[in-house]
Each structure stands twice: as structure tokens, then as C-alpha cells.
């Protein structure tokens, strides 16, 4: 029988019963490339991943799409419809197949009020969203289009193991998408990388994009936001 203790969220909710919730969430299976919310869907539902990877896109007044986030097995998304009711914002789609846990929101709701742990860990990634929405915001007013182009590596990167100063974005982004991701052109970004390239500020693998001189991109980064001061 599948259980909600075998989510990473609920991985240290020591205060709640899952038997009392189990039974009242779905259990569901999505094929590459299949909807799972859409724009100004009228559910509630919260979704937690428990395999395979979705797309989060936001549309702007304009019409135009814009991705904001990749979201893994052990991530969730849905929790703002969950909390205040209101339409979908965003469109999720399936990346590859996935399997998810459909939590209604009243279900979702009785769990923050039951579980301190659940509860500090939404507050958390709500935090961190603003966080990072304020940022991109910021980036998107001050930056020209390179600029939010080495804001964009630097934060989907790692650290490159065996290379303590590099970083990797790994797997390489589609330059489609990294041009959705900061509000541009797909040629754009060829061009932008290929001129990092040539500067030997990055490299392409079979990897990723090895970003060989992090600490550079930061620089003209802090130097872009002094220039605006």
C-alpha cells in the first residue's frame, strides 16, 4: 500500500498518523509530456513527486511563457493553490514519466496544523521562493541579457568534483530553455555561450557546461549591480 512515510517530506513527521491521511490522497501516474496542472485550473490539489521530473511555466501578462523551475522526485509543488484556494498561476508538465501523490488541500492543510516539521518546512521553501523571485526580479531590471545569463549559470550549477574552483550545470540545459528561463531568444544564448567559450569562461562536455571560472561570471556580476549604484 503506498504511504505518505515514504515521502521525504513527511521523513521526520514523527507527530502525525499516516494512517489517518493515506487513504485520502491519490495516487497517480503521468506519461512524458502530459499536463498535470494547467493555467487557472480551478484544483487544489497539492503534488508530491515521488519519481521522474516536472516543468513548472509561468505566462506572463503578454502571453509569453517563461519556465521557473525543474522540479525532481522529492520536491512537490501546488502548496500555494493548497494554502489559499486560488487558480493556478502556472502550467506543470511531465518531463519524463512520473509518479506523483495527489494531496487535496484540505488534507494538505490538516497535516500543517497537525505536524510542526511539515509545517516549518513549507515556511521554509516559501521563504526560499521569495527569496529567489526577488532576485530574479532584481536581475531581470537591472541586467542586460548576459548578464541574466551568468546569474542563470551560476545558480544552476554545482561544484565540479575533482575541480575545487569549477562549477557544472549538469545535464547541459537546451538553449530553448535557458533562453525561456531569462526572457530571451534561443540564438541569443548560442551566441552569448559561444563568446564564454572563446573568453574561456566555460566549456562544453558531454556533461554539462563546465563553468571554468566561476569566480569571474560573480565578478562581472558584482560589477554590473555597482555600475547601476
Known sequence: MQ??????????????????????????????DEVIIDYEDDSSDVYFILSGEVRVLIRTASGKEVILAETKAGQ????????????????????????????????????????????????????????ELDARLAEHSIFDLKHRLYSELLRL???????????IVSPPPFHHVMAARIGCRREQITRELTTLSGEGLIEKSRG?????KPQALQARINHAMQDED
Request: glycine share 6%.
Open 157 to 167: 550549477s554545482a561544484p565540479r568534483a575533482g575541480h575545487a574552483s569549477q562549477r
Open 208 to 212: 554539462g557546461i563546465v563553468l571554468l
Open 76 to 131: 512537490y509543488f501546488g502548496e500555494l493553490a493548497g494554502i489559499d484556494g486560488a487558480k493556478r498561476t502556472a502550467n506543470v508538465t511531465a518531463l519524463t514519466r512520473a509518479e506523483l501523490c495527489i494531496m487535496p488541500s484540505s488534507v494538505f492543510r490538516e497535516v500543517l496544523f497537525a505536524s510542526r516539521n511539515c509545517c516549518d518546512k513549507v515556511l521554509r521553501l516559501l521563504t526560499a521562493r521569495v527569496r
Open 3 to 32: 504511504t505518505l512515510a515514504q515521502i521525504p517530506f513527511f521523513k521526520d513527521a514523527g507527530d502525525l498518523d499516516f494512517t489517518r491521511y493515506d487513504r485520502r490522497c491519490n495516487w497517480k501516474r503521468y506519461l512524458e
